[in-house]
């Protein structure tokens, strides 16, 4: 069985993004663009704290005070 890869229903069909394809229970991200590309891979709990994050906006910034903020925390 083969994979669906799906971009968000916000990406425009001409534009860089990203694709998602979660097959049993883990969850792998790559280029659109790039589709024979390297995957990061993530296990069901990295994906869901990634999505967590995301939504609470943990993950808007990479600077100094965002690891300050999350420096006992596995993201």
Do not use: Y
Not at 10 to 18: K, Q
Not at 27 to 51: I, M, Y
């Amino acid at each position: 069985m083969n994979a669906v890869w799906r971009k968000s229903c916000l990406s425009p069909a001409n534009r860089n993004c990203v694709e998602v394809v979660e097959p049993g229970g883990s969850a792998g991200v790559r280029n659109s663009k790039d589709p024979e590309g390297p995957v990061l891979q993530f296990t069901a709990g990295e994906w869901h704290a990634l999505l967590g994050g995301t939504r609470l906006g943990e993950v808007d910034r990479f600077d100094s005070t965002a690891v300050g903020r999350h420096q006992n925390r596995l993201i």
